[in-house]
């Protein structure tokens, strides 16, 4: 089956960039998305098709996707962004998820 | 604005069977495929099964195909999830969502979940 694999965690000091990347043979070949799940919410989509952003979701979060990785870009992270980072692919009829990336604001 | 709203949730030996249902508002329901999703306590996100706008075809994660079954009744915008033979390792969180369309795949709203708890 078709996994996708991201780093459990990731943390950045205010103002940084954070990067978090999501692996799987030939992902760039599909397309992927991103979701942010603050403690005790749910899931909200901030990249979609790879690099493109919902209405409402910050400029300082970009995608891209190429080869066999996919990364999700935060620039300028602030305190407000501490989450997890879910990313997700379409294998023609399943939804999969990675499992995750928690993001720390130090 | 777009909205979904689970209910259905709730305690349940193992073996047992719940119905789910996740009500839709703020948009043409039947013009969308929608999933539910599922998340284990202090765990990852795990897919369970999508239904297409129509209603004629379902698809399912594999730890749950054969026992749990994803319906929709347009007529009252409102999405199901039938879970049979529930084990201890169901217990989770489950959210509804609906399927951008375009493409396909990118699940753009959810619902606030509700909680599954399979126990003796």
């Known amino acids: 089956s078709y996994e996708l694999t991201q780093p459990p965690s990731v943390s950045v000091s205010p103002g940084q960039t954070a990067f978090f990347t999501c692996s799987a043979d030939?992902?760039?070949?599909?397309?992927s998305s991103w979701y942010q799940q603050k403690p005790g919410q749910s899931p909200v989509l901030v990249i979609y098709q790879d690099s493109q952003r919902p209405s409402g979701i910050p400029e300082r979060f970009s995608g891209s996707n190429s080869g066999n990785t996919a990364t999700l870009t935060i620039s300028g992270t602030q305190a407000m962004d501490e989450a997890d980072y879910y990313c997700q692919a379409w294998d023609s009829t399943n939804v999969i998820f990675g499992g995750g990336t928690r993001l720390t604001v130090l | 604005q777009v909205q979904l709203a689970e209910s259905g949730g709730g305690v349940v030996q193992p073996g047992r069977s719940l119905r789910l249902s996740c009500a839709a508002s703020?948009?043409?329901?039947?013009?969308?495929?929608v999933h539910w999703v599922r998340q284990a306590p202090g765990k990852g996100l795990e897919w369970v099964a999508v239904i297409s706008y129509d209603g004629s075809r379902e698809y399912y994660g594999d730890s749950v195909k054969g026992r749990f079954t994803i319906s929709r009744d347009n007529s009252k915008n409102t999405l199901y999830l039938q879970m049979n033979s529930l084990r201890v390792e169901d217990t989770a969180v489950y959210y509804c969502?609906?399927?951008?369309?375009?493409?396909?795949?990118?699940?753009?709203?959810w619902g606030q979940g509700t909680l599954v708890t399979v126990s003796a």
């Open positions: 030939k992902l760039g070949d599909k397309y």
């Open positions: 969502a609906r399927d951008r369309g375009k493409p396909r795949g990118v699940l753009d709203y």
């Open positions: 703020g948009f043409t329901f039947n013009t969308y495929v």
